[in-house]
């Protein structure tokens, strides 16, 4: 059974840093490319981030680029995401996301960052 | 970046109804779309992929359309358990965009 189990939400300063992970298990973590999706409360989902499998390649939306950084340790089948000059339009649930153009589709139950003073 | 416009934010419907969801997409993304449906304090579920395939499991009142860049997610019958929100999201390339969602409840 696939799982994506998120951690390390919590409140944070504004221009503070954070970094979150998802632990994955029940596949081959290592061939499968890896996505951030975050949903700010009351709000529609928005794209955050994309890591190839070998963790070669990244694409973070614009709205991050520059301040957030997706890595991955195939290793440890785990995805981060480095958070730094957070913003209070940050605040949100963060998803990590399998999903494969074969309909191949799990999301992890999410973890809440809120940011504020 | 490619924009996917999604159209009506929210919609109101009797049960049984036909009920039109349609995405547009600024430019071609070869029917890399997908459909989500988000109940609340749920994580989204994928309804379709591939603009028309039905994900394993979903009701086949629920389909999906594509003509040019714009798409369409039908549900053929509307059933009080189908109260959500959906979104459409391309899947071409990064960014995979999402549209800003239509939340459809019950008239």
């Given at each position: ?12 300063q504004p221009?503070?840093s ?12 290592s061939?499968?490319?890896?996505h ?9 989902l928005e794209?955050?981030?994309?890591i ?14 520059g ?6 340790d195939?290793?440890?089948n ?21 999903s ?10 999410g ?6 003073s | 970046d490619?924009?996917m ?5 929210s ?13 547009r ?5 070869s ?10 304090g749920k ?32 549900i ?5 358990e189908?109260?959500a ?7 071409d390339a ?7 969602g ?6």
């Open positions: 059974e696939v799982q994506l189990v998120e951690s390390g939400g919590t409140l944070v221009g503070g954070l970094r979150l992970s998802c632990s994955a298990s029940g596949f081959t973590f061939s499968y490319i890896m951030w999706v975050r949903q700010a409360p009351g709000k529609g794209y955050v981030s994309t190839s499998n070998d963790g070669g390649s990244t694409y973070h939306g614009d709205s991050v680029k301040r957030f950084t997706i890595s991955r195939n290793s440890k785990t995805l981060y995401l480095q958070m730094s000059s957070l913003r209070a339009e940050d605040t949100a649930v963060y998803y990590c996301v399998l494969h153009s074969s309909g191949v589709d799990y999301w992890g139950r973890t809440l960052v809120t940011v504020s | 490619i924009q416009t999604q159209s009506p934010s919609l109101s419907a009797s049960v049984g109804d036909r009920v039109t969801i349609t995405c997409a600024s430019q071609g993304i029917d890399y779309l997908a459909w989500y449906q988000q109940k609340p994580v989204p579920k994928l309804l379709i992929y591939a603009a028309s395939t039905l994900q394993s499991g979903v009701p086949s009142r629920f389909s999906g359309s594509a003509s040019g860049t714009t798409y369409t997610l039908t053929s019958s509307l059933q009080p189908d109260v929100t959906y979104y459409c999201q391309k899947y990064a960014p995979r965009t999402f549209g800003q239509t939340k459809l409840d019950i008239k």
